[in-house]
DNA sequence: CTGAAAGCGCTAACAA
DNA sequence: TTGTTAGCGCTTTCAG
């Protein structure tokens, strides 16, 4: 092979935007009507097609109660004239909108969206539609959000983790929304929680050979138990844990490859010897384990590495990325079936569900017992 | 440093879902009040801070034209029921929602929900809440979701891309909503669009010196320039683009690092020698670079690699990664204010916003002129 | 099967 | 400043 080279045109490397003008306003509808066109509403139809508008209402919610003919007729206008039903008049009278709300840390964070596509889904199949809002990682701006979304009456509500504050509790509670509570387990949830038992990863963490490092956080419910203080990456001295010496680092901010780099050099320069390195992200392991490349550091010869999340890309990093999965689609799936089940008023047959989580054994550590 | 063992106890490696019972159900409200309870409505409480609904009414939303008394009697109230106000009520009769809708083809993938973080982050500041769908690939599946949005009466949304069907297109039209269309650049919107000049990019890919590969697509408007249909990764043979030969290999699916490392495999297997490869994202260049380090080759000294997207960890790969950058925080924002523009019925100084893009030359290419 | 009529909980004139 | 009164566009009894 030969090598490349690559010269770029300098005015096409940077594309300076270029201006339109607003000639061409084909589309803009505020032009012509002179004031705002009275909307067609079901009234309209019905007048148009020479019925009453409650006929219309039921041709469009319970078209087996309409004779055929009427149904024919209402169907044509509403085709010709575009009309869509107004589902916040719907919404107000019969006091159920088909929406349910969403309520998560981050949206751009994977592990998030990921579970909640899976539940956008199901809920959408049941004819529920999702208003996703993203709340970042304080339970203040929670409450607001959560307010704000009572108010608008949905049917179900999605809540991120288990720490709430007490009014965005009682809120939820007096209003008498059904309402999940995804990833942390806690046995006494607002209304149902499906999750995984954190203290059982805990009493893991603890029960492993050499804790040597464990860059934090991101899943909420590790930060949690982060005895430390956050800070920008630092070590902290070591200290025991369970019956192991642990170093515990601190990664400030949302996961990124950069920062899982960062975290090494640090424990490096704090004298690491060897030992395994959680990661509280698959990002965070995988930044660690370019670092230690880098270096010409090997892993798992020199030390191991766990993530966290068992993302796709897990399968192919070098050397494959062990770590702790947590079957997000389950959970997804989990959270909104048990919604769902709350919305019909059936009565949970648990109120806390647990998924589980497993350990899946790759190519950074080292799986020979001691 | 000496090797790391790791031995994990097996009953906790798989930690196999507990089951709670039921016998805890402090917090469940449907019981006791026998029947639903009446809702608290804004006559509730009226009656009790002894005035009209109406005078609570304009506690709530303009505050500066009821008494201080009246108000501090109001609020206590609603402070003591927890009232919160229905929206969907509020919605119907003044006909606005503080809302608006928006459509993304993926939540998941970083590229939409980064930039649709700063949309909804800008937008809320001006008080409207976002509701978020994601309509994959299909202009079919977006205009029924675009038609049950509608029916919500958000009071602008946000489409991805520039193709819709035209039923979508008239119903949007008919109802007269602000819309403003992100991502490609089309001189006739539907009412305004903010993102890049496609053509631009195009000619860019056709002028660079040699064109190898290109895996496809993700970024939809890259789609659109394939030559080839889709196929699982496979090569397509060689062709002239341009002035140069052109090998493209379609990737199929949504990008992943294994997807990348796949298609440089199959590249070598068919003899590729030197040159550029297009990544259609940062993720599947990420995965040519990892795959390239595997089989101990060197980039940029036997290829270049260019990624797409400038994401945060295109700094930190193994060399850091050259990639084509267009600004996703200030295409959120721009399309955040245009879209608020709109709402307040300000006439756009421009129907298409180019927010332009740019190569950001960092480690996998060599940047000396031939 | 279709009409008539009473709200859903709020906003927005208008009047006092 | 506060009270009165119409609706907003639909769902849902209840009669016909």
């Not at 307010?147 to 504050?165: K, N, Q």
């Not at 005895?227 to 192991?244: D, E, L, N, V």
Request: glycine share 8%.
């Amino acid at each position: 092979m030969h090598p490349t080279r690559l010269a770029l045109d300098d005015d096409l490397r940077h594309h300076t935007p270029k201006k339109f003008d607003r000639t061409d306003r084909t589309a803009c509808k505020t032009e012509g009507t002179g004031g705002r066109n009275r909307a067609v509403t079901m009234s309209t139809i019905a007048r148009m097609a020479g019925g009453i508008q409650a006929t219309v209402s039921r041709a469009l919610n319970r078209r087996e109660i309409v004779s055929p003919e009427t149904l024919e007729r209402i169907q044509q206008t509403i085709e010709a004239t575009g009309y869509v039903p107004n589902l916040v008049a719907g919404a107000l009278a019969s006091s159920k909108s088909p929406m349910v709300a969403a309520v998560v840390p981050s949206i751009t964070n994977i592990v998030y969206s990921g579970l909640i596509h899976h539940f956008i889904d199901l809920v959408r199949a049941a004819g529920y539609q999702t208003i996703l809002v993203e709340a970042g990682f304080s339970a203040e701006e929670e409450e607001a959000l959560v307010t704000s979304l009572i108010s608008r009456r949905p049917d179900g509500i999605l809540l991120t983790g288990v720490h709430h504050t007490n009014r965005c509790c009682s809120q939820l509670l007096s209003v008498g929304l059904p309402v999940v509570e995804i990833w942390d387990l806690t046995e006494s949830p607002i209304d149902i929680c499906v999750g995984v038992f954190t203290r059982r990863l805990a009493r893991l963490w603890r029960t492993l050979p050499t804790a040597a490092a464990m860059p934090l956080p991101q899943p909420r419910w590790l930060a949690k138990n982060a005895p430390y203080a956050a800070g920008t990456p630092s070590a902290q001295p070591s200290r025991r844990w369970g019956t192991r010496r642990l170093c515990k680092l601190i990664v400030e901010g949302p996961a990124s490859l950069e920062r899982g780099r960062a975290a090494l050099r640090v424990l490096l320069e704090r004298g690491m010897q060897s030992g395994v390195i959680f990661g509280s992200s698959d990002l965070l392991a995988h930044g660690i384990l370019i670092e230690a490349q880098a270096r010409g550091l090997s892993v798992p010869a020199d030390f191991s590495v766990i993530g966290f999340g068992d993302q796709d890309y897990a399968t192919a990093t070098l050397p494959p990325l062990t770590t702790v999965r947590v079957d997000r689609s389950d959970l997804g799936n989990r959270a909104a079936d048990a919604l769902l089940a709350r919305i019909n008023n059936m009565a949970p047959e648990q109120r806390a569900i647990d998924v589980g989580f497993s350990i899946i054994t790759r190519g950074t550590t080292c799986s020979q017992r001691n």
